[in-house]
């Protein structure tokens, strides 16, 4: 008897040691549900935050294009009235020049048309 008591008294502490165990990887099980669930959750909140800051920088990046769009009409203009100012001073003085010296344009002229038709030819 005194070994059949030996035998049940191990028996019940492999009994309590495996409920042990068992209540354990339970334990375990849930920590890594818990823990995964945050990891989850930080990488929702990371995607969150990424396409904040992407959509900011694309409002930036289109903020600086109108600018330099802008910028660039407004320098394009500018390049467009001195063009026209000084095409409007070169015709100005080329009036002036005729109104003066009329026979010596007539010159210039059938002289350069001579040279234009010279170097046609070849």
């Known amino acids: 008897m005194n070994e059949t008591a030996k035998n049940a008294a191990q028996s019940e502490a492999d009994d309590k040691a495996y409920a042990r165990l068992?209540?354990?990887l339970t334990?375990?099980?849930?920590?890594?549900?818990?823990?995964?669930q945050q990891i989850s959750d930080a990488v929702t909140a990371l995607g969150v935050i990424a396409q904040s800051q992407a959509?900011?920088?694309?409002?930036?990046?289109?903020a600086n294009v109108d600018s330099l769009m802008s910028?660039?009409?407004?320098?394009?203009?500018?390049?467009?009235?001195?063009?026209?100012?000084?095409?409007?001073s070169v015709g100005d003085t080329l009036?002036?020049?005729?109104?003066?010296r009329p026979v010596a344009t007539?010159?210039?002229?059938?002289?350069?048309?001579?040279?234009?038709?010279?170097?046609w030819r070849r």
């Open 22 to 24: 068992e209540k354990d």
């Open 27 to 36: 334990a375990v099980k849930n920590d890594i549900a818990d823990l995964s």
């Open 55 to 62: 959509r900011r920088g694309l409002r930036n990046a289109r």
């Open 71 to 88: 910028d660039a009409s407004d320098r394009a203009g500018a390049v467009a009235n001195a063009a026209q100012d000084a095409a409007s």
């Open 95 to 100: 009036a002036d020049v005729i109104d003066e």
């Open 106 to 119: 007539l010159a210039f002229a059938l002289g350069l048309g001579f040279l234009i038709g010279v170097t």
